[in-house]
């Protein structure tokens, strides 16, 4: 038995764990979640009716792509693990930005568009349900659940303007970067490429109409999602090409560059979700190993925050700040010197708070589910 990949091919999450994979050379072999053994031997495992999820050569299920990546990664010394203060956090925001921070853009390019969009996303949607009777009645049921969905994630009539401006500024910002550097901290992969991968391949980087936009307007961002799929370097653009991370824990202006395009509404959106969900844990006490909901929070699990003058309401996430809690992990961990390097790091591209912010119960994952501790 090979480990079985329990993904989709339009599915933002399944590419995060799929390039892993590939880029590590560890072999599978991917089903469907519209394939019977999903549903009769891997779901009840898996907890959730989710992808992805990993099914390993020893029968073990696990549930989540960062949880597929760190099963592997604590498993062979961490090669997608900077070793040095500041590409750890650089690391690990990239994954945390990818996983939670672009899904706004994500949702609006797939599902605004239909004119360009809407054949393509038939296809898939309907190839991945089970053949039975009510397949093309359950295909639209999942795409119009999926297409309410980008409403959670704030985008509406009157915000979709200011979420395409921020997404091209942080696409172009990412062009110039991927310019100099075939990945994010220099010539192999690290976690966050893998977590910013999960927005801008299956979404934004294969969706018709932001593909189109990021063949003509941020080519070497595309060459990126590329490589991401390959297993050897591809790099052949770059004449002198190294084999690992940046020495010295050198972190590239451009890739601060990014960040700070990053930043505008990933910050204020973490706040507001913190206070959100630290009032709903004010006035309900979790048990320890309780299950933390996707979207949980005050006022129905809303957060409220403003960029450039335009009022966003989305929902709270608690894997958020699961995620969040790797980065600030990595920044206690280090001496006083390292800190400050990496609080001076932060603060010049406006992310120093995400440092602070945090919830009032932490939270890990135990038998495929987000608890609290």
């Known amino acids: 038995m090979t480990h079985a990949l329990y993904a989709l091919p339009h599915s933002l999450y399944s590419g995060r764990a799929r390039s892993y994979l590939i880029k590590n050379n560890i072999p599978f072999q991917e089903f469907s979640c519209g394939h019977e053994s999903y549903k009769a031997e891997i779901v009840a495992e898996a907890k959730l ?11 073990q299920v696990i549930r989540d792509g960062a949880a597929i990546i760190e099963y592997f990664e604590a498993a062979n010394g961490r090669p997608c693990l900077p070793a040095t203060p500041k590409q750890q956090i650089i690391s690990g925001l990239f994954d945390l930005i990818g996983a939670e921070g672009l899904l706004r853009p994500a949702m609006h390019y797939r599902w605004n568009f239909p004119e360009e969009n809407l054949s393509f996303l038939h296809y898939h949607f309907f190839h991945s349900q089970r053949d039975h ?4 009645a359950k295909t639209q049921y999942m795409m119009d659940k999926m297409r309410y969905a980008a409403t959670v994630f704030g985008v509406t009539d009157d915000s979709r303007e200011l979420v395409e401006t921020l997404y091209m500024e942080f696409l172009l910002a990412l062009d110039k970067h991927f310019e100099q550097y075939p990945y ?4 192999k992969p690290c976690i966050g490429d893998f977590g910013l991968l999960a927005p801008l391949f299956a979404h934004l980087g294969r969706d018709p ?7 003509q307007q941020a080519v070497h961002v595309y060459r990126w999602v590329e490589r ?5 370097q591809d790099a052949p653009e770059c004449y002198n090409a190294g084999s690992g991370f940046l020495a010295d824990d050198q972190i590239p202006d ?13 910050l204020p959106e973490t706040r507001a979700a913190a206070q959100s969900i630290n009032g709903w844990l004010a006035d309900n006490p979790a048990v320890s190993g309780d299950r933390a909901s996707r979207y949980l929070g005050q006022n129905d699990g809303k957060s409220h925050f403003v ?3 335009q009022s966003f309401e989305t929902g709270a996430q608690p894997y958020r700040f699961f995620q969040l809690q790797i980065v600030q992990d990595a920044y206690k961990s280090c001496d006083d010197a390292e800190r400050a ?5 932060l603060d010049s591209c406006g992310l120093q708070e995400l440092l602070t912010i945090e919830l009032d119960r932490r939270l890990e994952q135990r038998d495929n589910l987000e608890v609290w501790v």
Do not use: C, H, Y
């Not at 109409?209 to 063949?215: D, E, G, N, T, Y």
């Open 49 to 59: 009716a989710t992808i992805p999820v990993l099914r390993t050569e020893e029968g």
């Open 133 to 136: 009777p009510e397949r093309e």
């Open 184 to 187: 994010l901290l220099g010539w």
């Open 209 to 215: 109409k932001p593909l189109q936009i990021m063949q």
């Open 228 to 232: 991401m799929n390959r297993s050897n």
């Open 254 to 266: 451009t890739l601060l560059t990014v960040l700070r395009a990053a930043a505008q509404d990933f």
């Open 307 to 309: 960029v450039r003058g």
């Open 341 to 345: 390097g990496i609080e001076t790091m």
